[in-house]
């Protein structure tokens, strides 16, 4: 396939939604994976006339679906240029939405392992599932929907689940990385800012567009650009 192909985790809304959509209008083969095949169907209506994109079925925690994308990438595709692992979820925010901010000494360690198997290892099956052939075909850039909330050097009470998941998930950008020094495959973290999505609310700050201009901004790092970095806005950010 000539076309570069551009793989999209939780697409079926939000970031993931909009970054699928502005790969898809500058050019790639935009593949918006969602675990909601119906929710995805129906946002699909809205990606631009026009785009070459995929519609495909995956939760980031089941193993089978990861395997099976690939096997279609590999067989249809033949190559995987960009990786967008934006699935996530905040989920310490249903504990008492009218109250006070979920405590680390109430949020439970099933919370904490739930937002951890999403956030974290989804992000890892899916780097261990492309990063393979974006080596064998020295081309890769993934991107890491990280938050300002993982940050250590930030590191403030509450949220525990989220925060947790969000730091390790910069811990993986950093080894992903390292493993992959000397190629032209970048793994770079980004937070996209307080962005109005489902996840971000409607106090949040920053606009879709906002929030969607960082992350493409990295998964089209020409080859002289950063890898093993956290960014936003594509300014790094401390861990
Ligand atoms: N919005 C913000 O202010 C903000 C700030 C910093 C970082 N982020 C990060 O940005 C990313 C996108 O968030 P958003 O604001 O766009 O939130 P969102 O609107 O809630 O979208 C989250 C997406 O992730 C999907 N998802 C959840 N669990 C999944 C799973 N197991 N497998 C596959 N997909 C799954 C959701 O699909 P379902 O419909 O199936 O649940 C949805 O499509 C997240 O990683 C989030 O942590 C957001």
Known sequence: MEKRVAIITGASRGLGFSTGCELARRGYLAIFTARDGVALNHAAKAIPAGTD??????????????DSLARFVTSHCGRADVLVNNAGILIESSIDSAGPDPSAF???PEM????????TLGAYRMCQAFLPMMKKNNYGRVVN???????????????????VSKTALNALTRIFAAELSGTNVKVNSVCP????????????????????????????L????????FFRDGTPIDW
């Open 53 to 66: 994109i995929h519609l495909m079925s995956l939760d980031v925690t089941r193993q089978a679906d990861v």
């Open 106 to 108: 109430i949020v439970a």
């Open 112 to 119: 904490v392992l739930k937002t951890f198997e999403i956030n």
């Open 145 to 163: 929907i990280s938050s300002g909330m993982g940050q250590l050097t930030d590191m403030g009470a509450d949220w525990p689940a989220y925060r």
């Open 193 to 220: 800012g307080w962005v109005r999505t489902r996840m971000g609310g409607k106090s949040a700050t920053r606009t879709l567009e906002q929030g969607t201009k960082g992350i493409v901004w990295a998964a089209t």
């Open 222 to 229: 020409d080859d002289m650009g950063p890898t093993g970095g």
